[in-house]
Every structure is written in C-alpha cells, then in structure tokens.
C-alpha cells in the first residue's frame, strides 16, 4: 500500500507544531532536521543566519518548556515545479506563508502558576525534495518523506504572555 503523503499547507503546519511543542532535546532536534534542509538559507527578524544559530533561537524560545498550544491563523501555497516529475506542478512542494501565535508554557513556576510566553510569528518557505535524504533500501516498504525547507523568511516576537487572553 502506498503512503499519501500530506499536501504542502498541512504538511508544514504540522512539522512546525511538532517543533514548537517539543519538549525535549532529542524530539526538538528530530522535528527540526526533518524540517529544515542542511542547506538552508535563513533570514530571522531581517539577519541572514545560519542554519545553527536559526536552530538555537527556535530552541531558546521554548526554554524549559513544559507545554505549548500553537494557533495557526493563516497558511498561504502556491504549487512548485517538481524536477523528480519532469517539472510538473505538484502541490506538495513549493511556497508557503504561514501566521501562528504559539503559547509556551515553561517549566518554570512562579507562585503556583506557569511562567508564559507567547511567541507571533510570520514564516515564509521554499520547500522541494531534499535529495540528501536517503531513500529506505529496496524492497523495504515505510514512510519517505523527502521534503525539506530550503529557504526561510520569519518575522517572530517572543513576549511574556498576557493573562487576559
């Protein structure tokens, strides 16, 4: 049986998620890598960085997180051109701009109650199939998902999260 893997829009928002609520090193630097090409070119908050530094902000704002509830209030894509397709449109690849607000919840406790932050972002992405990803041996049949990131424009705020909302 084939495995449909998901269009670019959910597919995004959902290794996103996985980055933002990961609560440990090991699944944070899991769903970062299966996100985010090795040859990625990155531009946060308007400074052109690394692929390593981009990777310890992420991980810097959810410091000692315990929790996080991710919003997302707006995915735009637009189909890509597929190479492994004979450059046929496919929806799975291509660009993507994606809204969302993330309420990190900390392990840090102050007077009984979770110390929160609330991270707004806007992301914009170029995703197409990574060719570094190594295809599972003939024969074997699981999940291949070669889609990676490979340029990345995000605008994000991290701030101390109001109670009232």
């Known amino acids: 049986m084939a495995i449909v893997l998901p269009q670019l829009g959910p597919w995004a928002k959902s290794h996103l998620q996985s980055i933002i609520q990961a609560t440990n090193q090991t699944d944070f ?25 981009y990777k310890k902000r992420l991980r810097a704002e959810a410091f000692d997180e315990a929790g996080a509830v991710v919003t997302f209030n707006g995915v735009t894509t637009v189909p890509g051109k597929d190479e492994s397709l004979g450059g046929a449109t496919s929806s799975f690849i291509g660009e993507a701009g994606i809204f ?10 102050v007077q009984g109650a979770s110390v ?41 705020t991290d701030a101390p999260a109001d109670s009232s909302t």
Do not use: C
């Open 29 to 53: 630097d899991a769903a970062f890598d299966a996100f985010v090409a090795k040859e990625v070119h990155v531009t946060f908050n308007g400074e052109n960085i690394s692929r390593d530094e």
């Open 116 to 156: 929160e932050s609330k991270i707004t972002s806007s992301i914009n992405i170029s995703v197409k199939n990574d060719p570094s990803v190594p295809k599972p041996p003939a024969g074997i049949r699981g999940f291949y998902d070669p889609r990676r990131v490979f340029t990345l424009n995000q605008v994000s």
């Open 100 to 109: 969302y607000t993330a309420i990190i919840a900390e392990a840090i406790v």
